[in-house]
């Protein structure tokens, strides 16, 4: 979800960056064997207690399932329990190590490792995020969403961590002809990192003209003027997002998590929130039950308690394992 805030110094972890979805591509599809086809729905669908269930019963037939390895490190990392995911990840990295998305995926898991760990810990953390998803981009140079994380990564990482701009607009370089919608988004990401909003601004808008489905675009332009205190602008850039995503999929939960935070226009975050559940198109990166505990909390806010408490208890049904009060 957009906007999010790290310790100062390690605000490189990226690997939050599928928890902002908008902010970096939408991971690349991958092949699913006709075993694993049902639970990729189930965590798709946000139904963690029995995608874990029925990935434990794969792997207890056949340990070496890669692919089933990284599935659990994946429902693991939507309950937010990083130490169990990212063993998961690890055994699928270890299992298939020329995978480029296990790596992406474990880099992600060890990033969020990082932004909970103690000043001692968290660079020694930071910079494996850095090995795995240089290691992504390695194999596979074409993967999108490897090359926005890593991208990412070298805007916000400091240089003794293995940061920098020249780096990043390598990157930039890469994206440009594979995907241009994140070509101008991480064109954008650079100019805010220099404190050029003109500029931030401008290749955001680029990126919505030239987004296939420009919905997530619009609300990475939202969490923009957000940031600008732009509130009129953000509102009206979030509207235009919901305009444009007719499948109501995850970029109403990017948009009703930026009104969250920045407190405005409630009402407008509680419908994106319940449109998004009533949807036909829940997926991996706005998973069901963290939008319903989400959504608790918010009408825990306005006084709404019983209906907050039929919201967590949703969340709960979904995913035994998740912490409500994380969202």
């Known amino acids: 979800m957009p906007d999010i805030y790290f310790k100062p110094w390690i605000a490189l972890l990226v690997a939050a960056i599928c928890l902002p979805p908008s902010l970096c591509a939408r991971m690349k599809s991958h092949p699913i064997s006709s075993a694993n086809t049902p639970v990729l729905s189930l965590l798709n669908s946000g139904h963690a207690n029995d995608a874990i269930l029925s990935l434990q019963k794969i792997l207890a037939a056949n340990p070496q399932d890669a692919l089933a390895h990284n599935l659990l490190?994946?429902?693991?990392?939507?309950?937010?329990?990083?130490?169990?995911?990212?063993?998961?990840c690890q055994t699928a990295v270890q299992m298939q190590p020329g995978n480029s998305e296990?790596?992406?995926?474990?880099?992600?898991?060890?990033?969020q490792q990082a932004q909970r760990a103690s000043l001692l810990t968290a660079p020694g953390l930071a910079r494996k995020v850095h090995t795995e998803f240089q290691t992504a981009v390695q194999l596979d140079p074409r993967n999108v969403a490897s090359l926005c994380d890593l991208g990412k990564f070298f805007v916000d990482a400091p240089g003794f961590l293995g940061g920098g701009l020249d780096k990043a607009q390598a990157i930039a370089r890469q994206l440009q002809p594979l995907n241009a919608e994140k070509y101008h988004w991480m064109l954008a990401t650079i100019a805010s990192k220099e404190d050029d909003p003109a500029t931030a601004e401008r290749e955001l808008k680029l990126a919505v003209a030239q987004a296939k489905s420009p919905a997530l675009a619009w609300m990475d332009m939202a969490a923009f003027y957000a940031r600008r205190k732009n509130f009129p602008a953000m509102e009206q850039a979030i509207r235009n997002g919901m305009a444009a995503d007719t499948n109501n999929d995850s970029a109403l939960v990017d948009g009703a998590s930026i009104?969250?935070?920045?407190?405005?226009?409630?009402?407008?975050?509680?419908?994106?929130?319940?449109?998004?559940l009533a949807s036909a198109h829940l997926s991996e990166e706005a998973p069901a039950f963290q939008v319903h505990a989400l959504l608790g909390k918010l009408l825990a806010r306005q006084g709404k308690t019983v209906a907050a408490q039929q919201e967590f208890a949703a969340a709960k049904a979904l995913a035994s394992g998740y912490a409500v009060g994380h969202t």
């Not at 994946?74 to 995911?85: F, H």
């Not at 226009?265 to 319940?274: D, I």
Request: aromatic share 12%.
């Open 73 to 88: 490190c994946r429902v693991y990392d939507q309950e937010q329990r990083w130490t169990e995911a990212v063993k998961e």
């Open 102 to 111: 296990f790596h992406l995926w474990l880099g992600r898991s060890i990033g």
């Open 259 to 276: 009104l969250i935070r920045r407190k405005q226009n409630l009402p407008l975050a509680e419908q994106l929130l319940r449109q998004y």
